[in-house]
């Protein structure tokens, strides 16, 4: 045979040979060219459902069924006054979630994220109720010394592990408290901030580098937080409802005005980045979704915020003498965080990392990712958010006690994550879960707080058949994923 009847070696002219190769490799790239479009992206999501990847489905189901059973139970709770106290009550769960999401995408555990959060709240509580904590804290102020020491060790140990915004939010609360600042509500929270990165960058450390099981850290950090917060108290419940700005986190809300520029700047953002990036892709010649998919799911989210934001803004009090309208800062709060926590996750090369390693650790460091680095920052994000979820939890309750998150705080937040659809195996989750989850929580004891026939032991009756229900379509998910 001659060679030029070999396929593989036909010659092409010299003047186009250089373009029609050109042009055949393209063509192997054409699916890059891809638009999808609203029917493309329903069929996505049965396709993800089948093979075992329900995503937050079942606690939305889950809340319209409960929606639905306790507006039998009582007429009140559809209410807008009962459906406007709902943020106030479970965004102190939402918040610790969130954190918990970080850490339970490594396959991990945090036990001391309530806990965290009590001696966080519980030491600005105490600055502001004696005008620093440098003033409060018994022990002759020998406490407090040990305190800054341990902030500024946890800081050090951070910069020696590359974590850089844990350890500069510790040094801004060491700042905060040596300066006495923390005498103002606003301050005492940054303190109670960082107060909780130090004890993140520690757990992570002893998790990470260490090696000890996440387990054991938390669950001892647990029980000694709730020793520490007696000494943090002097053994006295501090009130916070002396103070507008802690107060109000979760008793008030923003103005009719602010509500609706909260809702458009947040609706717009998502409008006009969903934009921009669809247009980008495809002058780019990659693959996108569609102008009607991207406007189809912007119109969908306008349409229930614009119903949310109108509805807050009437007057949901019973009593003809105070108004009450706006869209309460205890929803705002977790929402705003919530993007962030998910551009964080999904726009970073550090999201991307921390999903890795939740899917695969040993892969991820073969792969050159900093393992040790990844966790450290989790568990710093986690008793941060937990801190914050403290001073919430703090205005929910009207003060710092001397249980302050111990109990079934944590229980309840780690449910909340897992209810919404974060997976406790890892690899799996996204802000949101917290949000929906802790909705799901809170509508709970709310519903049969409606109905006083109905005995207070069922919140943990159905609370715990709901956790259940959602662990078993996590591992069943999984396993029909895994089996496909």
């Given at each position: 045979m001659s060679e030029s009847s070999d396929p593989t070696t036909t010659a092409t002219p010299a003047t186009g040979g250089g373009k029609s190769q050109t042009t055949e490799r393209a063509s192997s790239f054409s699916l890059d060219l891809d638009r999808r479009d609203v029917r493309d992206a329903l069929r996505g999501w049965v396709n993800r459902l089948r093979s075992g990847e329900p995503g937050s489905l079942p606690s939305v189901l889950g809340l319209l069924v409960l929606g639905v059973i306790f507006s039998q139970v009582s007429a009140r709770f559809l209410s807008t006054n009962n459906i406007g106290n709902l943020p106030g009550q479970g965004a102190y769960i939402a918040i610790i979630a969130m954190g918990l999401v970080f850490v339970l995408l490594l396959g991990e555990i945090d036990l001391a994220a309530g806990t965290t959060g009590g001696i966080c709240a519980g030491a600005a509580a105490q600055a502001l109720n004696s005008n620093g904590l440098r003033h409060g804290i018994p022990g002759a102020g020998g406490l407090f010394w040990i305190l800054i020491i341990a902030m500024l060790a946890s800081a050090a140990l951070g910069f020696y592990l590359r974590a850089v915004t844990g350890p500069i939010v510790v040094l801004l609360g060491v700042a905060v408290t040596l300066t006495g600042l923390d005498a103002h509500p606003v301050f005492a929270i940054i303190l109670a901030i960082g107060i909780g990165a130090a004890v993140g960058i520690f757990a992570g450390w002893l998790v990470a580098s260490v090696g000890i099981p996440s387990f054991i850290v938390t669950l001892a950090l647990f029980l000694a937080w709730q020793g520490l917060l007696l000494f943090l108290l002097n053994?006295?419940?501090?009130?916070?409802?002396?103070?507008?700005?802690?107060?109000?986190?979760?008793?008030?809300?923003?103005?009719?005005?602010?509500?609706?520029?909260?809702?458009?700047?947040?609706?717009?953002g998502y409008l006009a980045y969903t934009i921009v990036k669809s247009l980008r892709a495809q002058r780019r010649g990659l693959s996108a979704d569609t102008l009607q998919l991207v406007l189809a799911r912007g119109g969908l989210l306008a349409v229930v915020a614009v119903v949310i934001t109108a509805l807050a803004n009437q007057n949901r009090n019973t009593n003809p003498f105070k108004v009450i309208q706006g869209l309460p800062w205890a929803l705002t709060v977790p929402i705003t965080l919530m993007i962030i926590c998910t551009i964080a996750l999904t726009k970073t090369t550090w999201g991307r990392h921390l999903f890795a390693t939740g899917g695969n650790e040993e892969a991820a460091r073969r792969a050159g990712i900093n393992v040790t680095h990844i966790k450290v920052t989790a568990f710093t994000l986690s008793s941060s958010f937990g801190a914050l979820g403290g001073v919430f939890l703090a205005s929910n309750t009207g003060g710092a006690q001397l249980d302050l998150g111990s109990g079934n705080i944590l229980l309840f937040a780690v449910a909340a994550a897992v209810i919404g659809g974060t997976s406790l195996f890892g690899g799996r989750g996204k802000p949101r879960d917290a949000i929906i989850g802790a909705l799901v929580i809170v509508i709970i004891p709310n519903g049969i707080g409606l109905r006083p026939s109905l005995p207070a032991s069922y919140q943990n009756l159905i609370t715990g058949a709901v956790l259940l229900v959602a662990a078993a379509v996590d591992a069943l998910s999984r396993r029909r994923s895994q089996a496909r």
């Open positions: 053994s006295q419940p501090i009130g916070v409802n002396g103070y507008p700005f802690w107060y109000g986190l979760a008793h008030n809300n923003m103005s009719p005005l602010g509500s609706w520029i909260f809702t458009i700047v947040t609706v717009g």
